[in-house]
Nanobody, 127 residues
Framework: QVQLVESGGGLVQAGVSLRLSCVAS????????MGWFRQAPGKEREFVAA????????KYADSVNGRFTISRDNAKNTMFLQMNSLKSEDTAVYYC????????????????????WGQGTQVTVSS
């Protein structure tokens, strides 16, 4: 059974950087588009960034565009989220997700395209 395991979260001050990682146990990792989502306290889970199976196409939420970078290393079955210039409003639980049902050639922003989710990693940014 494929599993996703996130890591890299923590408590940081505003303005600094963090890098999240998501390791997948899928044998054919490059076949799947993947994404990062987040859920802040009292809010619904929202899209952050997504990446196609090859890594050649990416998509970002407006709120993180220019500050966050999504990438993947298919040889290591790992996806990353580099988060720079963190703000207090970035505080949330961050989840990685894998899309079995969506095409691998497109970075899907819709949660409905994702079939497998990690357990989440907490990111807290203090101002």
């Amino acid at each position: 059974q494929v599993q996703l395991v996130e890591s890299g979260g923590g408590l940081v001050q505003a303005g600094v950087s963090l890098r999240l990682s998501c390791v997948a146990s899928a044998r054919t990792f490059s076949k799947y588009a993947m994404g990062w989502f987040r859920q802040a306290p009292g809010k619904e889970r929202e899209f952050v960034a997504a990446i196609s199976g090859s890594g050649g196409r990416t998509k970002y939420a407006d709120s993180v565009n220019g500050r966050f970078t999504i990438s993947r290393d298919n040889a290591k079955n790992t996806m990353f989220l580099q988060m720079n210039s963190l703000k207090s409003e970035d505080t949330a639980v961050y989840y990685c997700a894998l899309s079995y049902s969506g095409t691998r050639y497109y970075p899907h922003p819709e949660q409905s395209n994702y079939d497998l989710w990690g357990q989440g990693t907490q990111v807290t940014v203090s101002s």
